[in-house]
């Protein structure tokens, strides 16, 4: 796995399941993954120790990591969050 970026939270979120991380504004965020497919808002990253996805819009990137980008398929349930 590639670190891609980090990124200050910009405001509070609770994932509605495990599958998320939860965050509070202006902690920092690590990207891993970005999500392809049907569903472009989701990334995957971690907060601390937590791991999960979170929606790319509550992320303001300050520190890119990797020119390569990881991309994955989106998880069809994923999907029905949005």
Request: charged fraction near 25%.
């Amino acid at each position: 796995t590639v670190l891609m970026c980090r990124g200050k939270a910009r405001q509070d979120f609770k994932g509605p399941d495990c599958r998320f991380v939860n965050f509070k504004k202006g902690e920092a965020v690590y990207v891993y993954y970005k999500l392809i497919g049907k569903s472009t808002e989701l990334w995957a990253g971690s907060v601390g120790s937590d791991f999960g996805y979170f929606p790319k819009d509550l992320l303001e990137i300050n520190h890119n990591y990797s020119s390569e980008e990881l991309e994955l398929p989106t998880d069809v349930s994923l999907i029905s969050y949005f």
